[in-house]
Every structure is written in C-alpha cells, then in structure tokens.
C-alpha cells in the first residue's frame, strides 16, 4: 500500500468549514450578487438535457434579448466569465487575414487588440488617451483609411470610466462592409444599450457587473450578418470550446451535447435577468444614472473630482484622481481592511492616478454611496 500524503503535513493548514468576510464590492468587478439570485443558485443541478433546464436556456435566450434590445436569434449565454464571450466574438468572427479595426481608449481595448491578432487578424488601431472616446470623424477617418472587416469598440471601458457613444457608428461601418463588434461588459444592465438600433453586428457582456449575478455565465449575441459571415468561413473556427456553429445546436432546437453547461450559474443568471426585467430595464438605467450622479456629488464635497468629462461618465464606473500626496493603495487597503468596502486602482496609463469605483447592478444604491463615503471621510487626510 502507497502511503497516502497528508495535507496538514506538506502544508501546515489548519482546514476550517469555509468562512467568506462580508464585503460591498464597488470597485470594477465583481460586484455583489442580488440575495435572490444566491438563493437561486444553491439547488440541486438538473441534467444539461433535462427539459426543464432546456425552458430556463430557453428564458435566458429570451431576457437576454430584452436586456441588450436586440431581437438575435444567437443570442446565448456562454459557459465561462466575460473574457470567454469575448472570445467567442473574435474566434468566431475573424478569419486568418481580415483586417480587425480596434479602437484602444484603455485596458479592454488593448487586450481585443492581442486576442484578434492571436487569431490571425490583420489588426489596426486607432488610439486615445485613457478616459476620452473616439467620435465619428475619427471612426470614419479610420474606417476610410484600413477598410475594415470587423470594427471592435469598447463600450463602458472599465479601466478608465469612459462611455463610448456608438450612435451613427454602424452607419458608417454599412459603406465598408464592416461588421460592429461592442464589448458591453460594464453596460449591460447599467446603460443605455440598443444593439439593433445601433446596428451592432457582435456583443459580450458578463454576469458579475451590472447583472447582480455571480460570475460564469456569460451574454454573447451576433446578427445575422455575423452569422452568414461564419457560415462562409474558409475554415474551422479556431476554438472548439466557443465555436458558435457547433454551440447554436445546443441552444438551438437540435440540443445536441456539446458541453455540461455550469448548470447552478445559468439558474443564477436567469434569476438575475429576471429581477432585470422587474425592475424594468428603464428603471435600472435611471437608477445607475440617479446614484452615480449623487456619488459625484458626493465625492466633489469631499474635494475629490473625476477623471472624465462628465457627458462621456460611466454610470457603473467612475474614476477618481487621486490627490497629490495621498497614498492611493494605502487607502484602498484601509478600507477593505477596516471597513469591508473594495474599490480597484488605476491600470495603465492611469496606474496610482486614480480609483476606480463601481456601482453596478445591486450595488447601484443609495447606501453604497454613503457606506463609502463616509469611510473616506475617515480615512482621507483634512
Ligand atoms: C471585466 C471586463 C472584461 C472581462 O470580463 P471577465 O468577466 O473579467 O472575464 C472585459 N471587458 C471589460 C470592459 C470588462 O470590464
């Protein structure tokens, strides 16, 4: 017999049942799940195949549909958090040699820029300081210039709290033959978003954000357009994992075994888009919009001011300058330590300039905003 190794011999634990602190999440994500949508998720899992579990797919096809107002019949939840659905939206759209337009404001934008060029695109840029938006004479300049088959843009770009407007975009993009790819990560939910009337051809999003939802299931849509380009493609897609010609045959009426989806999130993200559209997608909209606007406010009292021009601010994300002499991570830890709160730090171009702080989904309340202002109050020198 094989002497078996003992965990708290090679590793000194000391093993007790699970304990989580209680934390309010406001930085760029996660943030916290609705009570109900926890309650949801902590039932027994059903088949992948189970006629039941086929209604609730059915139903988040459907919510979906309503939250990003797009009428796709791909619209789907993927098994896997934002970055698997952005993914998808690349492996699926590029084909070895298109030219992929990327316009880069921040962190998401660069990374499409990396995941593109992995699946052999051409890429291009276009490129802005951290925290601006392109408007639509740069987009035409550039749509002129590289021709594009795929443009990617960057909705509510987490890294820097800008709202990129994408009004007119697709009308543009209709003279090249481009198709419009939008990263909604941190919108969804939380802003204003109307894929079809905007034209948007390939959308993500993820369920941790603005969905009250934990994190693991994520929305992933493509029109029609986008899909006759997959059906023309000269080869495979590239990941087999996310290859939508193979995953629609599961959502689709052949419910072929393609994965076991993560049954206990598709409940949780059901739940979640569920209260959505109680709520009321109009309602969430405003609500996001009426506690950020009061958290500006309530940040300028403490003498503090953002980093954005106030038409192009995120209603989920807001990025607050730091002040000369205030050690920024220092603060952040104070108040995950002493006060149970979590907000993010600067990435990039923004790295020790400014916090990030997220009121996103459940989170977006009235509350949050006083729990945390009142710590900085504290925390923050006279
Ligand atoms: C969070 C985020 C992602 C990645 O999503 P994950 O769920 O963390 O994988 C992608 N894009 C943007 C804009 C994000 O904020």
Redesign the pocket.
């Known amino acids: 017999m094989t002497q078996t190794i003992s965990i708290n011999d090679s590793d000194h634990l000391q093993l007790t049942p699970l304990e989580i602190p209680s934390r309010l999440l406001l930085g760029?994500?996660p943030s916290n799940a609705h009570p109900t949508v926890l309650q949801a998720m902590n039932t027994s899992p059903l088949g992948h195949l189970d006629p039941a579990f086929l209604a609730l797919m059915d139903e988040i096809q459907s919510l979906l549909r309503y939250v990003w107002q797009t009428e796709n019949p791909l619209t789907i939840a993927v098994s896997?958090?934002?970055?698997?659905?952005?993914e998808a939206t690349i492996t699926n759209a590029v084909e070895p040699g298109d030219v992929v337009l990327i316009g880069v404001a921040g962190y998401?934008g660069n990374?499409l820029v990396d995941m593109a060029g992995r699946y052999g695109a051409d890429v291009r840029t276009i490129t802005k300081p951290w925290g601006q938006i392109f408007n639509l004479d740069e987009l035409q300049t550039a749509l002129k210039t590289h021709r594009p088959a795929i443009l990617a843009l960057?909705h509510?770009?987490?890294?820097t709290g800008a709202r990129q407007p994408l009004e007119g975009v697709a009308d543009l993009c209709a003279e090249f033959g481009t198709l419009l790819l939008v990263?909604t990560?941190?919108s969804l939910g939380g802003v204003p978003l109307f894929l079809d009337t905007w034209g948007v051809d390939l959308a993500y999003s993820?369920?941790?954000?603005g969905l009250s939802c934990p994190?693991g299931a994520?929305p992933f849509t493509m029109s029609a357009r986008a899909v006759e380009k997959l059906q023309q493609r000269q080869r495979k897609v590239a990941n087999w994992y996310l290859d939508m010609s193979l995953l629609s045959k599961y959502w689709g009426p052949e419910r072929t075994y393609h994965h076991t989806a993560p049954i206990n999130l598709y409940y949780a993200l059901r739940e979640a888009l569920r209260l959505l559209a109680e709520e009321g997608l109009a309602n969430s909209w405003q609500r996001h919009q009426k506690n950020v606007e009061y958290l500006w406010e309530e940040l300028e009292n403490l003498g503090l001011s953002m980093h954005v021009q106030e038409q192009y601010r995120l209603p989920t994300l807001t990025t607050v300058r730091i002040p000369a002499g205030v050690d920024g991570k220092a603060i952040a830890r104070q108040l995950l330590n002493e006060h149970n709160i979590e907000i993010g730090g600067g990435l990039g171009e923004l790295a020790n300039q400014v916090w990030r702080v997220g009121l996103m989904g459940f989170n977006s309340r009235k509350e949050s905003v006083d729990q945390l202002v009142a710590a900085l109050r504290q925390l923050l020198p006279k």
């Open positions: 760029p994500g896997g958090t934002g970055t698997a659905a952005m998401f990374r960057v509510a770009e987490t890294s990263d990560v941190t993820c369920s941790q954000k994190p994520s």
